[in-house]
């Protein structure tokens, strides 16, 4: 997809990976729709690149002609927002669906509350689904389009203290290598990244902590921002980041019970 001609649909963009892959997009010629749930951090990623890349910015207005960069304030987990989503979406000729938006859940998994789980698995796995399914007519119609999923190592390599987590990445991953099959005959691309742990404020510092005593490494997410970009433009269907972690995938894919102990011992670093 040649990105100086999209437009893009950011979910979560005022997170740590969310700025920098908006970044990302807008230098390389993206329009933007940047949705997230608190309207001032929105409003001023949307100052920031339009002023950077000078480029017309605002909030999005029924009525008023697109913005090269717009920003609408948006819950992705209700209904209504996601109803919202779709005809903002339609209105900027979005050919390019981005989820980023996450919660992060560390822990042993007895110590997840009902409530949180729930949460968990509608912020990252069911509202991905739910505004896919809002978008696809509309991607339908543009002679290039893309889904592209920003999940996690996690998705494909289970980890004591993420197991939840990691549940939400492997249905997202499943979500989308289905639905890249299904829709392998028409215009719309379905992709999937898969980072490492990232360097921002999404984690806990117990999750932190854990991560340092299992001696696992951290990528800024300017890195992942790159990796995304790379992903779109060259049409790949997935791209995982980091090693060893990129390696541990397929081994665990073909062998999964071999990596039982050494990663089962990561198990004795976490909070009782």
């Known amino acids: 997809m040649k990105l100086d001609r999209a437009r893009a649909l950011l979910t979560g963009a005022a997170g740590g990976i969310g700025r920098e892959a908006a970044q990302a997009l807008a230098a390389r010629g993206a329009g933007l729709l940047l949705v997230g749930r608190r309207a001032e951090p929105l409003e001023d990623l949307a100052r920031t690149l339009g002023q950077q890349f000078s480029r017309s ?5 029924a009525g008023e002609a697109p913005m090269d960069i717009a920003w609408l304030a948006a819950d992705i987990t209700c209904p209504e927002d996601q109803a919202r989503c779709a005809e903002a979406a339609e209105a900027c000729g979005v050919d390019l669906l981005i989820h980023n938006a996450g919660l992060p859940a560390f822990g042993r998994f007895e110590t ?6 729930q949460a968990l698995m509608a912020v990252n796995l069911i509202a991905p689904m739910q505004l896919s399914l809002a978008l696809l007519p509309g991607l339908r119609r543009k002679p290039q389009a893309a889904i592209v999923a920003i999940g996690s190592v996690l998705g494909r390599l289970g980890l004591p203290g993420h197991v939840a987590y990691g549940a939400s990445k492997a249905g997202l991953r499943g979500f989308c290598e289905g639905l890249r099959r299904e829709l392998a005959d028409t215009r719309v691309r379905v992709q999937y990244l898969g980072p490492r742990a990232v ?14 005593a299992s001696g696992s490494r951290a990528d800024p997410p300017a890195q992942v921002a790159r990796a995304l970009v790379a992903l779109i433009e060259r049409g790949e ?36």
Do not use: K
């Open 57 to 61: 910015f605002g909030a999005l207005r």
């Open 112 to 117: 997840l509350d009902a409530e949180r789980l």
């Open 237 to 272: 269907a997935e791209r995982h980041l980091g090693f060893p972690e990129r390696l541990a995938g397929p081994i665990n894919a073909c062998l999964p019970t071999l990596l039982d102990g050494p990663l089962g011992r990561q198990a004795r670093s976490l909070p009782a």
């Open 199 to 212: 360097a921002t404020g999404f984690n806990s510092p117990e999750a932190e902590a854990h991560r340092l």
